[in-house]
């Protein structure tokens, strides 16, 4: 009966497990790209509003990577600026109580 109890440290692993990692972009090229992670959805909360345009994250940095309109470089890939803040970030196939990486 006691194999199906789970301990307080062990729920925490659990929960560290389903965490997005510290960095993590969308543009294939990028050495920070994981489409395996990125297939799951991550949401991204920055300054306290959700985000849906955030090309890349650095939560131990504490910024964000966002399109700046639809502006090009020339090698055809959007320009891009940098947002400093607090970021938190989490996995979206977890739905509403997901750990959340701060």
Avoid: H
Wanted: hydrophobic content about 35%.
């Amino acid at each position: 009966m006691t194999d199906d109890i789970e301990t307080p440290a062990a729920a925490a692993d659990n929960a560290g497990a389903d965490l997005p990692p510290d960095r993590l972009a969308i543009n294939p090229k990028s050495p920070f790209f994981d489409g395996d992670k990125l297939a799951r959805g991550v949401g991204i909360r920055f300054k306290g509003a959700v985000r849906t345009n955030v090309e890349e994250y650095c939560i131990s940095e504490g910024w964000v990577r966002v399109q700046a309109g639809k502006t090009m470089d020339r090698k055809g890939q959007p320009l891009t600026l940098k947002l400093s803040g607090p970021v938190e970030a989490w996995y979206e196939d977890l739905g509403e109580g997901a750990p959340v990486a701060k």
